[in-house]
């Protein structure tokens, strides 16, 4: 039964596309998170979602936009994708925020050709 | 700001042989402190976690941690490593407060020699 869950977790689109990728977590967490990861394995945050609120945005392009329906949920819609979004995107949760323990996706491979 | 140091990119170590990962943290308090593991094509996995108490920590797979105030630091060890611990190892950062932002180190790659 798994725990955080994405989808899809290959992308391979054309610069200048939109596309969406799909978050949940069924272990009652509060809190969320959408991290990029680049080809040297580095980990940044993008955004951080608590209770569907809005708490960490961190010098994300506004093309990046995250949308949390209801606090098990949070997708990522990218709009006109470039060369540079090529990364894996992965998704986690906590229990709270500040910091806590996190539980990670699998991960999202976006490629774009 | 608080940031996080992990000086080895690569590690490589013969099966069965002990091992330390290192770990330096900056933060103006105490820290809450991480280790993850992530393993190719995988999401990352917490090994361990200190919040507070006693400083060496237990964690899975036969890791542990020592979080040592004086020297900012948050080394992870394993006294025999195993051929399936080759990995990418993460220490992280972080603290109580919503607006808290997880920091992580850039990782240190595990290469596991038989």
């Known amino acids: 039964d798994t725990a955080v869950s994405q989808t899809p977790k290959y992308l391979v689109t054309q610069m200048g596309n939109d596309k969406s990728i799909k978050c949940e977590q069924n272990?009652?967490?509060?809190?969320m998170y959408w991290y990029k990861q680049d080809s040297k394995k580095f980990l940044k945050i993008m955004f951080s979602?608590?209770?569907?609120?809005?708490?960490i945005n961190e010098t994300v392009p506004n093309r990046f936009s995250p949308k949390s329906p209801d606090k098990a949920h949070l997708n990522l819609h990218i709009n006109s994708l470039e060369l540079g979004d090529s990364a894996v995107y992965f998704c986690?949760?906590?229990?709270?925020?500040?910091?806590?323990?996190?539980?990670f996706g699998d991960g999202t491979r976006l490629s774009i050709l | 700001a608080q940031s996080v140091t992990q000086p080895d990119i690569h590690i490589t170590v013969s099966e069965g042989a002990s091992l330390e990962l290192r770990c330096n943290y900056s933060?103006?308090?105490?820290?809450?402190l991480f280790w993850y593991v992530q393993s190719p094509g995988q999401g990352l996995q917490l090994l361990l976690k200190?919040?507070?108490?006693?400083?060496l920590v237990q964690g899975i797979k036969g890791f542990e941690a020592e979080f040592k105030r004086s020297q900012s630091s948050f080394n992870l060890r394993k006294p025999s490593v195993h051929w399936s611990d080759a990995a990418e190892y993460f220490c992280?950062?972080?603290?109580?407060?919503?607006?808290?932002?997880?920091?992580f180190g850039r990782g240190t790659s595990l290469i596991v020699h038989p």
């Open positions: 200190y919040f507070s108490g006693d400083t």
């Open positions: 979602y608590n209770n569907k609120e809005l708490i």
């Open positions: 992280a950062v972080g603290a109580s407060g919503g607006s808290y932002i997880p920091t």
């Open positions: 986690a949760s906590s229990p709270g925020t500040g910091g806590q323990p996190q539980h």
């Open positions: 933060y103006g308090a105490t820290p809450y």
């Open positions: 272990l009652g967490h509060d809190t």
